[in-house]
């Protein structure tokens, strides 16, 4: 079975190009937390480089329920569901993405329905 290619990859360079003209570049350091479980999901992220970890607060302690890395995105569900984040967000390393708010996704969805 081949991988998925992550999120980035599976865009045409026309929707690329329209992703980076919406989107905020935005840098995280290690061990920064990007979003913590509860939060207001108002935006979602593209990872250009690093990595994230995703852990959820189960009976006091911290589960690990997965990476991500370039070409990923993150937060999209909550931010499109207008809902609370499900889960923590945390630098590995420094990270570099791309941020949209939740309303510049929908509208971005509006514009390239592929």
């Known amino acids: 079975m081949a991988p998925v290619p992550g999120f980035w990859a599976s865009l045409t360079s026309i929707e690329q190009a329209a992703f980076l003209a919406a989107a905020h570049e935005v840098e995280y350091q290690l061990s920064e937390v990007l979003w913590r479980e509860g939060d207001p999901a108002d935006d979602l992220l ?3 480089s690093g990595a ?3 852990c959820v607060d189960r009976d006091g302690g911290e589960r690990i329920v997965a990476f991500r890395g370039p070409g990923d995105i ?3 569900r909550a931010a499109l ?3 609370r984040r499900s889960a923590t967000v945390v630098a590995v390393d420094t990270v570099r993405a791309l941020r949209m708010s939740t309303q510049e996704f929908a509208a ?3 514009e390239h329905t592929r």
């Open 74 to 76: 993150i937060g999209e």
């Open 108 to 110: 971005y969805l509006t």
């Open 81 to 83: 569901l207008l809902r």
């Open 52 to 54: 994230v970890r995703i």
């Open 46 to 48: 593209v990872i250009r």
